[in-house]
């Protein structure tokens, strides 16, 4: 079993920045992917990015060049760096784990931690 637990969510004006970061535990963490999706109420849940195990990343087009994602193994840690936000990036951010090569589509990930909210006003 895999328990993750994300932080760093919070209200911020738009040109600024936020860092979400996500704790796992339970497995061997460094050998799996990890992916951040956001999805606002009434919506499906949306890609941001993922990270493979030796680090490649992807990201959605609507963040490439804005977020960053990035893990430390030795802290079964996975972040997602948030600059130039745009009022548009306001949902709740989850972060998930997949036992196998990364992902953009949302079934295809194992465990979910619980959300943590980013709104960015305008």
């Known amino acids: 079993q895999v328990h993750l637990v994300e932080s760093g969510g919070g209200l911020v004006q738009a040109g600024n920045s936020l860092r979400l970061s996500c704790t796992a535990s339970?497995?061997?963490?460094?050998?799996?992917?990890m992916g951040w999706f956001r999805q606002n109420t009434g919506e499906g849940r949306e890609f941001v990015a993922a990270?493979?195990?030796?680090?490649?990343?992807y990201y959605a087009d609507s963040v490439k060049g804005r977020f960053t994602i990035a893990r430390d193994n030795a802290k079964t840690a996975v972040y997602l760096q948030m600059n130039s936000l745009k009022p548009d990036d306001t949902a709740v951010y989850y972060c998930a784990l997949r036992t196998s090569t990364p992902s953009i589509i949302p079934l295809n990930y194992d465990y979910w931690g619980q959300g943590t909210r980013a709104t960015v006003s305008s």
């Open positions: 990270i493979s195990w030796n680090g490649s990343t």
């Open positions: 339970g497995r061997t963490f460094s050998r799996y992917s």
